[in-house]
């Protein structure tokens, strides 16, 4: 079942922060995100495996809430090359293929 | 070590023609896995191969799309004959076992005319 993802888009300024949200109607086995450029490929950011888990580098972080049912993606004091379509990507089973959500257009000007 | 790459990067074809895509994923990763993101929508699972074995096809649309994995290396998906509906960017990503994050190759872009 696809995830839902939140929002849609996003326009910031450089330095301003956003959040992404990823939910899922049923508990998940581990949550991926990805950042992908126009023309090039997805780049995995981090996965999430346990519930109540939070990690992160640099100035992006992301959770997962107890019931493993949603995920938020934080961006803080955005840059320019924060720029792109953010994807959450859920696992059902360990080894299962990645379900990904609509996707987050995020854009940062200068 | 060299990321996970796919051939072409673009194609045009015309409806009911061949079109063979190939992946070659990251050295060592025995789980493959292809993709298919349709303008405008989400990328979607299509199969998923361990080595030469095909684990998970569910996702593959129809029967004009073939997939190999001939030897676990390389990956090519074959669409024949083409329809209109074919048309999107399709993604190849690898698994190493007993890890759980996918690398993504670039993409090949598929046009159908």
């Known amino acids: 079942q696809q995830p839902v993802q939140s929002p849609q888009a996003v326009i910031l300024r450089e330095g301003e922060d956003a959040v992404i949200n990823c939910s899922s109607s049923k508990a998940l086995y581990s949550v991926h995100w990805y950042r992908q450029k126009h023309g090039e490929a997805p780049v995995f950011l981090m996965i999430l495996l346990k519930g109540g888990e939070q990690k992160g580098h640099d100035k992006i972080s992301a959770s997962f809430n107890e019931k493993k049912q949603q995920s938020s993606l934080y961006l803080t004091a955005s840059q320019l090359s924060y720029s792109g379509t953010y994807f959450c990507g859920t696992v059902n089973n360990a080894g299962n293929m990645l379900t990904f959500g609509g996707g987050t257009r995020l854009m940062v000007k200068p | 070590e060299a990321g996970v790459t796919q051939f072409p990067s673009h194609s045009v074809i015309e409806k009911g023609q061949t079109v063979t895509l190939r992946c070659d994923p990251i050295?060592?990763?025995?789980?493959l896995y292809w993709y298919r993101r349709v303008m405008g929508k989400e990328i979607k699972f299509l199969l998923h191969f361990v080595k030469e074995s095909k684990q998970d096809e569910s996702g593959m649309p129809n029967n004009r799309f073939l997939a190999e994995r001939t030897g676990g290396t390389y990956s090519t998906l074959k669409v024949q004959p083409a329809e209109l509906e074919d048309s999107g960017v399709y993604f190849c990503a690898s698994r190493r076992d007993s890890y759980n994050e996918q690398f993504f190759g670039p993409g090949t872009r598929l046009t159908v005319l």
């Open positions: 050295s060592g990763h025995d789980n």
